[in-house]
Nanobody, 114 residues
Framework: QVQLVESGGGLVQAGGSLRLSCAASRSIFTINTMGWYRQAPGKQREFVAGITSTGITNYADSVKGRFTFSRDSAKNTVYLQMNSLKPEDTAVYYC????????WGQGTQVTVSS
């Protein structure tokens, strides 16, 4: 079993930055894939960024060049650095990991004002 705890969300003006953190309850190298998803009001949850079991990072087209996925194995934590934020980035952001089963964090709210 894996527990994932997100933090770092908040309110920011358009053009600003935030860094989200996702702390895992065990070594992130025992988790096959990890990623960030988001869900805006009235919309489906969508993939934002993530890393595969082979260490390849992927990004949604809408965030390429603005968001950066990273990890710190010593802290069992993955991050999402979000720069040049836009109002359309407003959503609840969820951390996701796959270790046999899929696990979700509780989510953290990101609100970008125009």
């Amino acid at each position: 079993q894996v527990q994932l705890v997100e933090s770092g969300g908040g309110l920011v003006q358009a053009g600003g930055s935030l860094r989200l953190s996702c702390a895992a309850s065990r070594s992130i190298f025992t988790i096959n894939t990890m990623g960030w998803y988001r869900q805006a009001p009235g919309k489906q949850r969508e993939f934002v960024a993530g890393i595969t079991s082979t260490g390849i990072t992927n990004y949604a087209d809408s965030v390429k060049g603005r968001f950066t996925f990273s990890r710190d194995s010593a802290k069992n934590t993955v991050y999402l650095q979000m720069n040049s934020l836009k109002p359309e980035d407003t959503a609840v952001y969820y951390c996701h990991g796959v270790a046999g089963l899929g696990y979700w964090g509780q989510g953290t709210q990101v609100t970008v004002s125009s």
